[in-house]
């Protein structure tokens, strides 16, 4: 992925496999998220070509969360002014086969179906943790609960694939163990997980393989134990401007 004259993603070659949870680390600008736009449509690439499950994607949103990719992002995007259950109703939607014309005549259909999509989105809310959240709506609920909310609602997008921006940032210690315990819940569940983090214990203890990213290439791959020990990792981190980086942070 090129932006003018920057490359910033380049040549990542990266596979997941079902029950498995594959970090991203680097620098700050090392690319993470950019990779993420990438393979979820945001960003068109400019050259390469990702596939999901053998079968090619196109650089489009809705195709790829159809096709059993869903994501978080780094800066919660949330219908603010929506329900914790509304939320995760929406992204039920892609899911449903009602069309405009019967959501618009409301007929025993789309009734059973919209009561289904309700059931379904209740069950989420609890698999995550929040199951009184439902009529809350999402901006009254605490940092940590709305990270919770939208990985729900990405959950609700029946994937295969999750790939989570950052879960914990902001978040305090208690919730940070919590969201581990939900992460290891979701890759228990079948599903596979890429996670993109800053905090290295929390990553380290999580992954089952790790890949750090620097400057849009992948400078090393492997356990998390030859990730943490090698020593290119360690001055990628300390190389940079972001001393926070190299710790909890
Ligand atoms: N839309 C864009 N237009 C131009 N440059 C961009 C765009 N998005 C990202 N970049 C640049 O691409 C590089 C990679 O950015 P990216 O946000 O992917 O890094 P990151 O590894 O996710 O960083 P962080 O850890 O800070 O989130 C950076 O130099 C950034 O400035």
Same mark, same amino acid.
């Not at 992925?1 to 596979?15: I, K």
């Not at 736009?37 to 390469?48: A, E, M, Q, S």
């Not at 609960?145 to 939208?150: G, K, M, P, T």
């Given at each position: 992925?090129?932006?003018?004259?920057?490359?910033?993603?380049?040549?990542?070659?990266?596979?997941v496999?079902?029950g498995?949870?594959?970090g991203?680390?680097?620098?700050?600008?090392?690319g993470?998220t950019t990779?993420f =736009?990438?393979? /979820?449509?945001?960003?068109?690439?400019?050259?390469?070509q990702v596939?999901?499950?053998?079968?090619p994607?196109?650089?489009?949103?809705?195709?790829?969360?159809?096709?059993g @990719?869903?994501?978080?992002?780094? =800066?919660?995007r949330?219908?603010?002014?929506?329900?914790?259950?509304e =939320?995760v @109703?929406?992204?039920?939607?892609?899911?449903?086969?009602?069309?405009?014309? /019967?959501s618009? &005549?409301?007929?025993?259909?789309?009734?059973r179906?919209?009561?289904?999509t309700?059931?379904?989105?209740?069950?989420l809310?609890?698999f995550?943790?929040?199951?009184?959240?439902?009529?809350?709506?999402?901006r009254?609920l605490s940092y940590?609960?709305?990270?919770?909310?939208?990985?729900?609602r990405?959950?609700?997008t029946?994937?295969q694939?999750?790939l989570?921006?950052?879960?914990?940032?902001?978040?305090?210690?208690?919730? /940070?163990?919590?969201?581990e315990?939900l992460?290891?819940?979701?890759?228990?569940?079948?599903?596979a997980v890429? &996670?993109?983090?800053?905090?290295m214990?929390?990553?380290f203890?999580?992954c089952?393989?790790?890949?750090?990213l620097?400057?849009?290439?992948?400078? &090393?791959?492997?356990?998390?134990?030859?990730?943490?020990? %090698?020593?290119?990792?360690?001055?990628a981190?300390?190389g /940079?401007?972001d001393?926070?980086?190299?710790? %909890?942070?």
């Open positions: 992925m090129r932006f003018g004259g920057l490359l910033a993603v380049n040549a990542v070659d990266m596979s496999r079902s498995e949870i594959v991203l680390i680097g620098p700050n600008g090392a993470k990779f =736009n990438c393979l /979820t449509g945001l960003y068109r690439p400019t050259g390469g596939s999901f499950a053998g079968r994607l196109p650089p489009r949103p809705r195709k790829v969360v159809q096709a @990719m869903a994501r978080t992002f780094q =800066n919660i949330l219908f603010q002014n929506m329900t914790a259950l =939320n @109703m929406v992204g039920r939607y892609c899911r449903t086969s009602a069309g405009p014309l /019967t618009i &005549v409301r007929g025993p259909k789309f009734r179906e919209e009561a289904a309700r059931a379904r989105a209740q069950e809310l609890g995550v943790g929040i199951p009184e959240a439902g009529e809350s709506l999402a009254n940590g609960d709305q990270r919770r909310l939208e990985i729900a990405a959950l609700a029946d994937p694939l999750l989570l921006d950052e879960p914990t940032a902001g978040m305090n210690p208690q919730e /940070t163990r919590q969201a315990e992460i290891f819940r979701i890759r228990d569940s079948g599903l890429v &996670v993109i983090e800053h905090d214990r929390f990553i203890n999580l089952d393989r790790v890949l750090c620097v400057q849009g290439e992948v400078l &090393v791959q492997g356990t998390p134990e030859q990730v943490q020990s %090698d020593p290119r990792v360690i001055e981190y300390i /940079t401007s001393e926070g980086e190299t710790g %909890d942070a």
